[in-house]
C-alpha cells in the first residue's frame, strides 16, 4: 500500500476487521458490502446519516421490476442515484453514447410501503450488539447499522422476488458506484444472476499523505467483477494498494475527455480555484485566505467554485475574504473551464486538476496540507513566495514542451483520447 503512513491508518485497519467480522449471507449476498460505506464513516468520522433517516428508509423498496424491464429489452444496464448532480449525469450519458445497446436507469426514486419488514429486526439487533468488534459505538450508532442492515435485506428480497426465473445471463450491469450502498448490493445480486458486472470511476482516488478519507471505498470495496480505469495511473493504484488482479482490469478511458492538443496560456491573470469535497475544507479554507491575501497586493483574480459538498462559506475566516470571488454552485466544472474567462486553476486535494489542464488551463496544487499525492508537474506552491517563483518558473519553460507534458499526463492518468467502452462491454465479448 502507498499509505500505511498516514495519521489514521490504524483505524483503516479497524475498520477492515469490522467488515470483515460483519460478514453475513444473506440469500447469497454478503451485506457487510453495501454496508462498508456506513462502516467507513462511523470508523473514520464517527458519523451516520441518521437514526431517523435510517428508519424511513425501513418503508422503502427499490423498484426490481423496472430494472427487470430494462434487461429484458436491453443488453447493457446502467444505474445512478445522483440525478441531481450535473457533472455524474455528464459521465454516465457519455459511457451511454460509447456504448451501443445500453439503457439508463434510475434508481431513485424507490417504491414505497406501509409495512417495514420487522421480522428481522431481532436477528439484526443481536446481530449487530452481539458483535464485539462494535464496542467502540454508541446504542444510536448500532440501531442506526440495524436499520441500514434490515434496508439491504429488503432489497434483497426485492430483487430475488422480481428476478426469479428471469434468465439475464450474457447481460451487462454497469452501476455510478458498485462500491458504495445499493448499487453495491445490486451489483452482488446480479453478479450471482450471471450478469456481467463493471465498476466505473467518477473520479480518481488518491495515493493518501496525511489522512485516509472515506473515498478509499471507491477502491477497497469494488463489489463488480470487471474494473475501468481511465487511465494507466489508476490501474497501478489498484493493483498495488488493493491487490486486485490484473486480469480484470481493463483501460477504457473517459469519454468526457477526447483527444484534443493542449495550448496553455502563461499570462497568470485570472484564476479559478477548485476544492475538494468537505473532508478538506479546514486546510482548504487556508488557501482561501492566502489568495485573498495575494490578490489584495496584486492584478491576479480569484474565482473560487467550492465543492458541491463543501460547507466553505460557513468558515468565517473565508466570509472575511473580500478580495475573492464565490461562484454559484449550479454551474458545473466543465461549464466553467469552457467560457474562456480563466487563464490558469488553483487546486486543492481534488483531481479536478486534471480537467483543468484539458481545457487548456496550466493548474497550480497547493501544497501545504494537501492529502492526495497523484501525478502531476512540478506545480505546486505552499505560501505566498512559493506562489509567485512557481509562476515564473512555469513562464520560463518552452511552451511547447509544457503542452506535450501535460498532454502525455492526461492521457496516463484520466485516459484522455481513449475510448474502450464499447470494446470492453460489447454484449459478444465474455471477459474472463
Known sequence: MSFESTDNYDDY?????????????????????????????????????GIKYAF?????????????????????????????????????????????????????????????????????????????YLKQFSW?????????????????DEMDKAFRGYDVVNKKYIPFNSAVGIEALMTLFLRKMGVDTYHIFHGIFGRYRIQIPNDIINGEGICAEHIL??????????????????NHIYIVGNPKYPKRSINVDTSFERCIVLGGFNFYDEPFSKLLVLLDTIASKSSVKFDVKPHPNSSILDFPSVTNCRNLKFLDRGMTIKELLESGLYDFAITFNTVTYYECMYYNLISLRYGKDENLNFEGLEDRFYDEDSFYRIIESLKSRNIDDLNKEMKTLLRRTIGMGVNNYQTVVDPSNKLG
Open 229 to 246: 480505469p481511465f487511465g494507466e495511473s489508476t490501474k497501478a493504484d489498484l493493483i498495488r494498494d488493493f491487490n486486485w488482479d490484473h
Open 13 to 49: 485497519q479497524t475498520y477492515l476487521k469490522i467488515k470483515e467480522s460483519l460478514r453475513y449471507d444473506y440469500k447469497g449476498i454478503d451485506l457487510a458490502k453495501p454496508l462498508s460505506y456506513d462502516l467507513i464513516n462511523l470508523v473514520l468520522s464517527k458519523r451516520t446519516q
Open 140 to 156: 444510536s450508532q448500532k440501531i442506526y447499522l440495524v436499520f441500514k442492515a434490515m434496508y439491504f435485506a429488503n432489497q434483497v
Open 56 to 132: 424511513l428508509l425501513l418503508f422503502l423498496r427499490i423498484d426490481a421490476r423496472k430494472f427487470l424491464a430494462a434487461f429484458k429489452m436491453n443488453d447493457i444496464v446502467l444505474s445512478t442515484l445522483f440525478a441531481g448532480r450535473k457533472d455524474y449525469n455528464e459521465l454516465v450519458d457519455s459511457i451511454l453514447d460509447a456504448v451501443k445497446g445500453s439503457v439508463k436507469v434510475e434508481i431513485n426514486p424507490h417504491k414505497k410501503t406501509l409495512i417495514p419488514n420487522l421480522k428481522a429486526f431481532r436477528f439484526f439487533f443481536l446481530y449487530i450488539f452481539s458483535n464485539q
